[in-house]
C-alpha cells in the first residue's frame, strides 16, 4: 500500500516540478516557468509552520517525489450549510506519468482529507481534470451547480 507523507520545506522544488507535470498535462506543456522560484519560496516559507494554513501530501520515489496533494484553509463569513465560514481547498494533485495507477494520488488525497478534517473543515472545493474525475468522486466529491467566474488584473 503506497503511503503519503506531510510535505517539509525541503520537498519545495519537487512539489513546483510536479504542479508544472500537472499543469503540462491539462494544458498542454508551456515553456514559461517565470513563476517558479516565487512558487518554490512560498512553499517553503508556508510549510515551515507545522500549524500553518497551507500543506502538501507527498509520496517519495527515488530522487524525489513521485506525488503531491496540496492544500489550503480559506476563511470567509459562515453562512448556510458552512456556519464558521471555514473551507478547504484542493489544488496541484499530481503524479509523474510513469507512476501513475499506483495509487499514489489517492494516498496523498486521503492523507490531505483526513488534515482538513482534523483542522474542522467540512466543506472542500477543487476543480477536477476529467483524469482526475473519477479519483474524486471516488472520495465523496460531486460536482457542484456554482458556476465559477474570474477576474485576473
Not at 81 to 90: D, K, L, T
Request: with cysteine; aromatic share 6%.
Amino acid at each position: 500500500m503506497t503511503a503519503a507523507r506531510r510535505a517539509t520545506p525541503e520537498d519545495a522544488l519537487e512539489l513546483v516540478r510536479l504542479r508544472k507535470v500537472m499543469q503540462d498535462s491539462c494544458h498542454g506543456p508551456n515553456p514559461d516557468v517565470s513563476w517558479q522560484p516565487a512558487a518554490v519560496a512560498t512553499l517553503r516559507a508556508r510549510l515551515a509552520d507545522p500549524d500553518g494554513d497551507l500543506t502538501a501530501f507527498v509520496v517519495d520515489r527515488p530522487g524525489g517525489l513521485a506525488a503531491c496533494a496540496v492544500g489550503i484553509i480559506e476563511y470567509r463569513l459562515g453562512g448556510p450549510g458552512n456556519p464558521q465560514g471555514v473551507s478547504g481547498y484542493v489544488f496541484s494533485v499530481a503524479t509523474d506519468p510513469d507512476m501513475r495507477r499506483r495509487g499514489h494520488s489517492r494516498a496523498c488525497m486521503e492523507a490531505l482529507l483526513a488534515w482538513f478534517e482534523k483542522r474542522g473543515v467540512r466543506k472542500i472545493d477543487l476543480r477536477a481534470s476529467s483524469e482526475g474525475e473519477p479519483l474524486y468522486t471516488s472520495l465523496g466529491f460531486a460536482r457542484t451547480p456554482d458556476p465559477a467566474m474570474r477576474l485576473t488584473l
